[in-house]
């Protein structure tokens, strides 16, 4: 049970942070536990793990597997497939090695034939016979040559007392020359199990000395053959041993090399890491900057386990900085979308409570996904902990209005309010506030209340009266010449507004009255209250300086002022176009056409005769005067009149 636990949490560990390049000591600890257990094949599937990572001590890694795979039996190491695999490859190996040997020594003597000359002469057949295994013993037999050398040095002692003693051996003996070698079957089965009996015993005689060393050397011989094949057996065996174990190792030094190109790769960006663990203090520009091109280089090797985990632990000691988390969750968008909005989560809920950037981005996701309930609750919780802020609350209403959720729209415009800090905050929501009321709820009445409780508050703000104008004018049509009116008036009877304020609502209010009025007597008393405020302040704020440009003739020059449409809510105050030219042609002289000249020309509008001469510019002269602009007006009844020009 606890074995089991700890394999959970070992794995659990690696799953989580194996990757990094400093989780060496992780792996050695998990593989230690494993050997500590005798648990060698799953040690071996650890290696497997670690040799393809590359991490700081890769070499050491390599170095500790070599160690296990020559230390243990390859048959408690290797997984059942690859030792079955590597037997039949080196076992195919070592067979055509024997047969090249065997065909090589097919020349040579037999072992019949050896068996032969240590019958007929077994003291002199048993050195060479001894001779021959020890050789074999000597290339790498492990525990049987005690036992070869014993039986030969006893083989060689009977056939030295038998010649002490004067028998003759069957090779000298002439009484038994006639005497056959035992048959292998009546001297021992090979297995040692029955006693060599020579064949005169049978028939109840006494065997001599020769017959008993004779039967004393064919056992010694069967013995030598059966040892000579187990030590074939295990010389080969050990051959077997080797060659798994090189080839075991030699499939991992392969992938050994490749794991060290890719930590060269990698050296210098992991170097160039100064604190990779989490910190307050802002880190470096250089150890950003190395970040982001460690994530840019490791993106482009493709490995996406790599990545994420390099972005884990990026997120480590960049923690405080909202640019990795967006990077990461780009990333994460076209390769393992399901795992964004966990990373929005440790982002806003743990790390970036207050960077509204990342939240608004959160929200979209979430809405974008379906779950507007969980958008909604990101933007109020963003709203809690970042409160009066624009932004924030714009993004909050604007959800809400686009799935149709009217009233918690006006929930929270009310809530906005009843929040502003500031004035200037209370007039945009209220503002915000009325247009919505009036495009989305058609609730015009509502936004007019609205926008005057606004004005009522900052009274002397020409803007919020420039608004309530505007939303009276947007309706349909014109809008309603009463509301629009009201408005006007309220601005004309403001205490708070400045008089040039005050000059421009009067003349906006005569181009409305003008272009969309219906009744002559509003559009007249809109007419004279403008040019009382006119007067009043003095001919309309700045001077011009007027110029005066004359031709050939020397024709008086008469100064005609300037017309210029003026736009709602602008302060400066322009000349009347109506009076003012009005009493200028009144004082106009007659006067020759503006003329070309060798001077440097400027455009002149000149006008032809009524109903007679088409349109037409032609260059004029300048009197050395800045830089203007003539306008020649038409004749009537024959008479030609005056250039007019003005700055």
């Known amino acids: 049970m606890h074995g089991i636990l700890h394999y959970r949490v070992y794995e659990a560990a690696v799953a989580a942070a194996g990757l990094d390049f400093r989780s060496d000591r992780l792996w050695e600890t998990y593989i230690d536990w494993q050997k500590t257990n005798n648990r060698l094949k799953e040690t071996l599937i650890l290696f497997d793990r670690i040799l393809r990572i590359p991490t700081q001590q890769y070499s050491k890694h390599f170095d500790r597997f070599k160690e296990l795979v020559t230390s243990q039996r390859p048959v408690d190491v290797l997984s059942d497939y690859e030792y079955s695999q590597l037997y039949h490859e080196v076992d195919a190996v070592i067979s055509a090695q024997e047969k090249a040997a065997a065909s090589a020594a097919a020349a040579g003597p037999s072992t019949a034939s050896l068996a032969q000359a240590s019958l007929v002469a077994p003291g002199t057949a048993t050195p060479s016979t001894t001779t021959a295994t020890d050789e074999t013993t000597a290339d790498g037999s492990t525990g049987n040559n005690h036992a070869v050398a014993s039986a030969t040095g006893e083989a060689a002692a009977t056939g030295d007392a038998s010649a002490a003693t004067g028998d003759a051996s069957p090779a000298t003996s002439e009484t038994n020359a006639s005497v056959e070698p035992p048959a292998p079957s009546e001297v021992s089965n090979g297995n040692g199990d029955e006693t060599a009996v020579p064949p005169a015993a049978k028939e109840g005689e006494e065997p001599d000395a020769a017959d008993i060393a004779a039967a004393a050397a064919a056992e010694d011989i069967a013995e030598l053959k059966m040892l000579a094949e187990q030590e074939a057996l295990a010389k080969r065996d050990v051959?077997?041993?080797?060659?798994?174990?090189?080839?075991?190792?030699?499939?991992?030094?392969?992938?050994?090399?490749?794991?060290?190109?890719?930590?060269?790769?990698?050296?210098?960006?992991?170097?160039?890491?100064?604190?990779?663990?989490?910190?307050?203090?802002?880190?470096?520009?250089?150890?950003?900057?190395?970040?982001?091109?460690?994530?840019?280089?490791?993106?482009?090797?493709?490995?996406?386990?790599?990545?994420?985990?390099?972005?884990?632990?990026?997120?480590?000691?960049?923690?405080?900085?909202?640019?990795?988390?967006?990077?990461?969750?780009?990333?994460?968008?076209?390769?393992?979308?399901?795992?964004?909005?966990?990373?929005?989560?440790?982002?806003?809920?743990?790390?970036?409570?207050?960077?509204?950037?990342?939240?608004?981005?959160?929200?979209?996701?979430?809405?974008?996904?379906?779950d507007v309930s969980a958008a909604r609750q990101v933007l109020a919780d963003l709203d809690k902990f970042v409160p009066h802020i624009v932004l924030i609350m714009l993004h909050r209403i604007s959800l809400e209005r686009r799935h149709g959720h009217h009233e918690n729209v006006i929930r929270i415009f009310e809530e906005a309010l009843a929040q502003a800090s500031s004035s200037d905050a209370f007039n945009f929501y209220s503002w915000r506030y009325a247009r919505y009321l009036a495009k989305v709820c058609r609730d015009l009445g509502k936004a007019r209340t609205v926008m005057q409780t606004a004005i009522e508050k900052d009274s002397g703000n020409k803007r919020l009266f420039q608004q309530?104008?505007?939303?009276?004018?947007?309706?349909?049509?014109?809008?309603?010449?009463?509301?629009?009116?009201?408005?006007?008036?309220?601005?004309?009877?403001?205490?708070?507004?400045?008089?040039?304020?005050?000059?421009g609502f009067a003349q906006r209010r005569l181009q409305f009255l003008e272009e969309y009025g219906s009744q002559g007597s509003v559009l007249m008393e809109a007419h004279e209250c403008y040019q009382k405020m006119y007067k009043k302040s003095g001919g309309g704020g700045k001077k011009r300086n007027h110029s005066q440009v004359q031709d050939s003739t020397a024709g008086p020059a008469v100064k005609v002022p300037r017309v210029d449409d003026v736009s709602a809510g602008d302060d400066s105050q322009q000349n009347n176009a109506f009076a003012n030219a009005n009493r200028a042609l009144q004082a106009m002289h007659s006067q020759q056409p503006a003329t070309a000249t060798a001077q440097p020309a400027q455009q002149a509008y000149v006008y032809g005769a009524q109903q007679q001469q088409p349109w037409m510019q032609v260059p004029y002269a300048t009197t050395g005067q800045p830089a203007t602009t003539a306008y020649q007006y038409p004749a009537v009844a024959g008479q030609a009149w005056p250039t007019y020009q003005y700055q």
């Open 239 to 370: 051959k077997m041993v080797a060659g798994i174990r090189e080839r075991a190792i030699a499939a991992r030094y392969a992938i050994h090399r490749s794991t060290e190109e890719a930590v060269r790769k990698r050296w210098s960006y992991e170097e160039g890491i100064k604190r990779p663990y989490f910190h307050v203090k802002p880190l470096e520009r250089s150890q950003l900057k190395n970040w982001r091109d460690y994530l840019e280089f490791e993106t482009k090797e493709g490995d996406a386990e790599r990545i994420a985990m390099l972005y884990e632990r990026c997120l480590v000691s960049c923690a405080l900085y909202e640019d990795f988390w967006v990077k990461y969750i780009k990333y994460l968008e076209s390769t393992k979308p399901d795992l964004m909005r966990s990373i929005y989560t440790r982002a806003c809920r743990i790390h970036l409570k207050k960077k509204p950037n990342i939240h608004l981005a959160w929200a979209a996701y979430e809405e974008a996904k379906g």
């Open 468 to 503: 309530l104008l505007s939303l009276e004018m947007s309706q349909d049509g014109i809008g309603d010449e009463t509301q629009i009116e009201a408005v006007f008036t309220a601005a004309q009877n403001s205490a708070a507004l400045s008089q040039n304020a005050k000059q």
